[in-house]
């Protein structure tokens, strides 16, 4: 899989998500946003949703391995 530019926003929407999870306060609404975003973003920059998700979530949770 290639490396994927991540817009500023959608990397801390996902990390806000991220943190929010391991906490316990994830909420339905946070997870569709993220999930919104992840899709319009994969549209425009026309790549497969499952791509950018799991690249995403590589980004924010294992930032070392994704350099």
Known sequence: M???DFPADLLELERSAWEAQQAGTLTT?????????IGTFAKQAQL???D????????????????
Do not use: Y
């Open 29 to 37: 609404k946070q997870a569709a946003a993220v999930h919104e975003a």
């Open 52 to 67: 950018v998700e799991m690249g995403l979530k590589k980004a924010v949770r294992h930032p070392a391995d994704s350099a």
């Open 2 to 4: 290639a490396t994927i």
């Open 48 to 50: 497969p949703r499952l």
